[in-house]
């Protein structure tokens, strides 16, 4: 069965540094994988995904993560945090053998200092 | 088009009493999904629903927690003799098989 680990709950960067956040993922085949955001009193909603294909993708807002099989990893990063990037983030996984069943990690909360 | 949407957005019931949740989701999603989001926590997963395969039941905390979802459409989850640790926001989702979740806007349950 799949499973996602985010590293670290909370993150604090400041405003034009770079954000990284941290998923390793485990997976007997081949996954899908998620990053979604919520931001503070809002649904969660999709950054971006990988499905097949090109490993580097981008999403909205400035963000890319890459997968890395070799590291069953996909970090979400973005070059440079401004303060409306303050919110949750939490990376997902699904895969065939599981019906395509979705597991979310804990979440990580990214603070923007000024 | 429509997204998904819950109802009640709110919910204040009284330790024991049974509440009913509801869930419409995306015209033509197959996938359906409801989460339990407590303060501070991520998304715990309860229940999947696929298409006409039978249900995902492995995230539900208690037998006191059920749902369904009829028409391959509408679904509800039913806590029965709700308890204070039952308080949080559920999220519902629904997505085509192999795509993206949409979720609703939740609904916030308190137990008092």
């Known amino acids: 069965a799949q499973s996602v680990t985010q590293l670290g709950s909370h993150v604090s960067v400041s405003e034009g540094a770079l954000v990284l956040l941290r998923c390793n993922y485990s997976?007997?085949?081949?996954?899908?994988l998620f990053w979604y955001v919520q931001y503070p009193n809002q649904g969660l909603q999709l950054l971006l995904k990988?499905?097949?294909?090109?490993?580097l993708v981008k999403g909205i807002n400035g963000f890319e993560a890459e997968f890395k099989k070799s590291e069953t990893s996909f970090h979400l990063t973005k070059p440079s945090a401004h303060m409306s990037d303050a919110a949750e983030y939490f990376c997902?996984?699904?895969?065939?053998?599981?019906?395509?069943?979705?597991?979310f990690g804990a979440g990580t909360r990214l603070f923007v200092k000024a | 088009g429509a997204g998904v949407s819950q109802s009640p957005s709110n919910k204040v019931t009284e330790k024991g009493k049974d509440v009913e949740l509801r869930c419409d989701p995306i015209?033509?999603?197959?996938?359906l999904y409801w989460y339990r989001q407590s303060l501070g926590q991520g998304l715990e997963f309860l229940i999947y629903?696929?298409?006409?395969?039978?249900?995902?039941k492995s995230g539900l905390p208690s037998d006191r927690f059920s749902a369904e979802r009829t028409g391959g459409s509408v679904s509800t989850l039913t806590i029965q003799r709700t308890q204070q640790e039952d308080s949080a926001v559920y999220l519902c989702?629904?997505?085509?098989?192999?795509?993206?979740?949409?979720f609703g806007p939740g609904t916030r349950l308190t137990v008092t």
């Open positions: 989702a629904s997505s085509l098989v192999t795509a993206e979740q949409y």
């Open positions: 997902a996984v699904s895969e065939v053998e599981g019906g395509f069943k979705t597991i």
């Open positions: 997976s007997s085949v081949p996954p899908y």
């Open positions: 015209s033509g999603h197959t996938a």
């Open positions: 629903f696929q298409g006409n395969s039978a249900p995902d």
């Open positions: 990988y499905t097949t294909g090109a490993t």
